[in-house]
């Protein structure tokens, strides 16, 4: 349920680096904390609708015929107590969810270092604090909280009620907080929230500000759960309560005018920046990847909103749209928006657009082992002492790196996937705001996609719950969802507090201080691993060199880049399938890019990056990257390696490694395994290319 709020973190970092255009690039900061926001009010909105339209307001239970003993003394309540009880439930909710983060962010964001490269620095990643986002969080965390409660309750006090004035104090306390929290993270002004400018507003009286918004949204939330006791109108006899099933709407067209607005931003950027990228390092989708990912959020949010919508109305009864109905209304017949119908039933466009990006994949797949076996037979050239080897064995290697070259149109794939599922949703709601199922000719086909969707609401709930199960079996699934994992959680939690916290915040700094410590550069006697006042040295002082596998090699980076530079005359860098160009380079160009891939190799070559990079030449520094042609997550960074047994310059920062080492059969006719992504440290090259630098950090 939290994976859109880490997506949203995911395209915050995404943004092209735009040039010059930095205030354009702040406004597209605000939208994107402002689709964060709107984000959290989503999923409140999915529990409201549960908790209290559905099981409260509709009284849900009772629809079923015979309530369990569990909640049967619920059924017999009044309206106003269910619903009472029901935003108690989704206030217990949201403070599980500050909970969470109150927790995370003690252990990851609060992580400190003891040495910094201090400074201004153009890459952001060797920017002072960049790995310790405490405030920010905890800002945003308590605006968040607030406008998540403060939602909640305008969503029952606009309910029917006998006391109007009741409802007016109720509704304008809740539009209050509400305003605040969206003018903190949308104003012109104000850089409190802002992760780029973390360090310039520490002030300790603004913490006070941000919590009252967080206390305010709790008491009015408070408020109204006491007051429906006796204010809910108990006479009402509409199983549909308009304030519940609308808010669903109001969300959704507040998320689709700020991805406008983030579209617009994106381009602005895009043109500033677009002369500025080499062929080699040009982004994914020509730099369009924020309002891709931020819309797969929005989507993918609503989804997991509508299938437990309608897993719980299909639990007690028969799940009907406002405008969509499944069926004539019967007594078990409970109302859920039409919404939820929208995108349960819009998943289902993205299953022709998978066909032909399979398709298309499928294509380029085989073109490609066209390339690499016909003509110069670039397999053969890389193995120039196998030209005897069978063709079988030059077709299996063809097809590996066929395979691995793959990865390079995955953002084709996710862009037809996801605008296909922007257009089914699209057509949907379409159709229940225009009123087609009134239309007789239509009214069939509506039916039978209503109930269509239910099915797919309730396959998604099967399935996403067999996934999770699957991963604590299957090591290979579960290998797999980690590496997902490890990339969307590598980042901090700039626009959505909530979300799963950040692994590098605790793991930068911790390997920071341990190679300071290690060197013998550390700056004072109070950093960890060490906790003695004058502890006694642990090692004896030496040259370091830091060793990064596939995200690990881009953890070794952001360390490096936040080294003294007395420490990284000390240090050295040995990558392995590395996607720092691959991925990263074109997914993030605003934190990984040539210039910076530039300006790391300066570091391990002076200690301070140049006053001037050649944005061309590449000096030999204390860095190595080894690459496979096999590998589909790593790669070259400046250039790609010739064949081991060709390469030019043995110091070249791109070196290749053969995988698998020889196209000749071994004892058995067999061809060596080829490894891919993995056993990487069971590699002799590794070992060759870690001695070489070793070598050099002694000798200089």
Same mark, same amino acid.
């Given at each position: ?21 930095? !205030? ?40 079923? !015929? ?37 927790? %995370? ?215 009907? $749209? ?7 209304? %019967? ?18 466009? %993205? ?130 969802? !980690? ?150 997550? $790593? ?66």
């Amino acid at each position: 349920m939290l994976t859109p709020f880490m997506l949203y973190n995911v395209a915050f970092f995404m943004l092209p680096a735009g040039g010059a255009k930095s !205030g354009h690039h702040r406004w597209a900061r605000r939208i994107m904390r402002l689709l964060a926001l709107a984000a959290t009010a989503q999923l409140v909105n999915g529990a409201v609708i549960v908790l209290v339209s559905t099981i409260g307001w509709q009284n849900a239970a009772m629809r079923s !015929g015979s309530p369990g003993w569990w909640i049967g003394w619920y059924t017999r309540l009044d309206v106003g107590s269910r619903v009472a009880l029901a935003l108690a439930v989704v206030g217990g909710i949201v403070g599980s969810l500050w909970l969470a983060s109150v927790r %995370t962010a003690h252990r990851y964001e609060k992580r400190e270092m003891s040495a910094s490269a201090g400074g201004n620095h153009d890459w952001k990643l060797r920017k002072p604090g960049f790995w310790h986002g405490a405030i920010i969080v905890t800002r945003q965390r308590n605006l968040h909280v607030g406008a998540a409660l403060a939602f909640a309750a305008l969503s029952v006090a606009l309910l029917p009620t006998q006391h109007a004035v009741w409802r007016v104090v109720e509704v304008s306390a809740a539009m209050i907080v509400l305003v605040v929290a969206f003018g903190a993270f949308g104003a012109t002004t104000t850089s409190a929230v802002d992760r780029e400018h973390q360090l310039d507003d520490r002030d300790g009286d603004s913490r006070y500000r941000f919590r009252a918004v967080a206390g305010a949204g709790a008491l009015v939330l408070a408020a109204t759960a006491v007051g429906c006791f006796w204010m809910v109108d108990r006479t009402s006899q509409s199983s549909v309560a308009p304030a519940l099933v609308n808010g669903t709407r109001v969300v959704l067209a507040i998320q689709s005018i700020l991805l406008i607005g983030l579209v617009i931003m994106v381009w602005v950027l895009r043109r500033s920046d677009e002369s500025q990228r080499a062929s080699d390092w040009r982004p994914f989708l020509g730099g369009w990847l924020t309002p891709l990912v931020s819309l797969i959020a929005v989507l993918l949010g609503g989804l997991l909103s509508a299938a437990t919508n309608l897993a719980v109305a299909r639990l007690f009864g028969q799940p009907s $749209g406002v405008h969509l109905p499944a069926e004539r209304p %019967t007594p078990s017949t409970l109302f859920v928006p039409d919404e939820a119908f929208a995108f349960a039933i819009g998943t289902v466009a %993205t299953l022709p657009a998978l066909l032909i990006a399979g398709v298309v994949l499928w294509r380029t797949y085989g073109r490609k082992v066209h390339q690499f076996t016909e003509g110069d037979d670039q397999v053969r050239a890389w193995y120039p002492e196998s030209k005897q080897a069978p063709g079988d064995a030059a077709g299996q290697v063809a097809r590996a790196w066929a395979i691995a070259s793959l990865t390079d149109s995955v953002d084709a794939l996710v862009a037809i996937a996801g605008l296909a599922w922007t257009v089914g949703v699209t057509a949907v709601e379409a159709a229940a705001l225009l009123a087609l199922p009134q239309v007789a000719v239509l009214a069939s086909v509506i039916d039978v996609l209503v109930t269509f969707g239910v099915g797919v609401s309730a396959v998604t709930a099967i399935v996403l719950v067999g996934m999770l199960r699957s991963t604590y079996a299957n090591s290979g699934r579960r290998r797999a969802v !980690g590496a997902l994992w490890d990339v969307a959680t590598f980042w901090p939690r700039a626009t959505h507090p909530l979300a799963p916290p950040c692994y590098a915040e605790q793991a930068v700094p911790e390997i920071v201080d341990r190679v300071v410590l290690l060197t013998g550069e550390r700056s004072d006697h109070h950093s960890q691993p060490a906790t003695e006042l004058w502890p006694p040295p642990a090692v004896n002082p030496s040259p370091v060199l830091i060793t990064g596998y596939s995200q690990g090699s881009l953890i070794a980076p952001a360390v490096v880049a936040q080294l003294p530079p007395r420490t990284i005359d000390k240090v050295a860098l040995l990558t392995l399938a590395c996607p720092f160009r691959r991925l990263y380079g074109r997914a993030f160009p605003d934190y990984f890019s040539h210039e910076y891939a530039v300006e790391l190799n300066e570091l391990l070559m002076n200690g301070s990056a140049p006053e001037f990079v050649d944005k061309q030449a590449t000096r030999l520094g204390r860095w190595r990257n080894v690459v496979r042609h096999t590998d589909y997550i $790593g790669s070259w960074i400046f250039s790609p390696p010739n064949a081991p047994g060709q390469q030019l310059n043995r110091d070249a920062i791109d070196v290749a490694c053969l995988d698998p080492p020889s196209l000749c059969p071994g004892p058995g006719g067999a061809l060596a395994p080829i490894h891919y992504h993995s056993d990487w440290w069971q590699d002799p090259l590794t070992h060759v290319h870690a001695g070489r630098l070793i070598e050099q950090l002694k000798n200089s």
